[in-house]
C-alpha cells in the first residue's frame, strides 16, 4: 500500500523559508519519479517541482525557480522541497506525489506578516 506523508509546513514570515519532507512507503521509491504540487484555496493544483530517479534532475515551475529546491534521499525513502524567499503567493497546500499518481495528504504553508 502506498503511502507519502508530508510534513514541515507552518506559518511563515515573508521572505522566510521552510523545509518540507515527503516520507514513502509501499513502493520502491527509488524507481520512482516525484514531484511537489501545491493547492491555493479556491485554485486548481499547480505543479511545483520534480525530481528523476536515475540522474537525480530536477526541473521547476518558473514561479519557483532560485528560491525552491527538490531533493531525495532514496536510502531514507524521502523526498525535500527547500522553500526560501518566501511570498504571499505561495501560500498553498503542498503535496507530494509519485509517478503512478498516488499522493499524500499534504502539508500546509501559510507566508504572512
Known amino acids: 500500500q502506498v503511502q507519502l506523508v508530508e510534513s514541515g509546513g507552518g506559518l511563515v514570515q515573508p521572505g522566510g523559508s521552510l523545509r518540507l519532507s515527503c516520507v514513502a512507503s509501499?513502493?520502491?521509491?527509488?524507481?520512482?519519479?516525484m514531484r511537489w504540487v501545491r493547492q491555493a484555496p479556491g485554485k486548481g493544483p499547480e505543479w511545483v517541482s520534480g525530481i528523476n530517479t536515475s540522474d537525480g534532475s530536477t526541473r521547476y515551475a518558473d514561479f519557483v525557480k532560485g528560491r525552491f529546491t527538490i531533493s531525495r534521499d532514496n536510502a531514507k525513502n524521502t523526498l525535500y522541497l527547500q522553500m526560501n524567499s518566501l511570498k504571499p503567493e505561495d501560500t498553498a497546500l503542498y503535496y507530494c506525489?509519485?509517478?503512478?499518481?498516488?499522493r499524500g495528504q499534504g502539508t500546509q504553508v501559510t507566508v504572512s506578516s
Open positions: 509501499g513502493f520502491t521509491f527509488s524507481t520512482y519519479y
Open positions: 506525489a509519485a509517478a503512478d499518481g498516488s
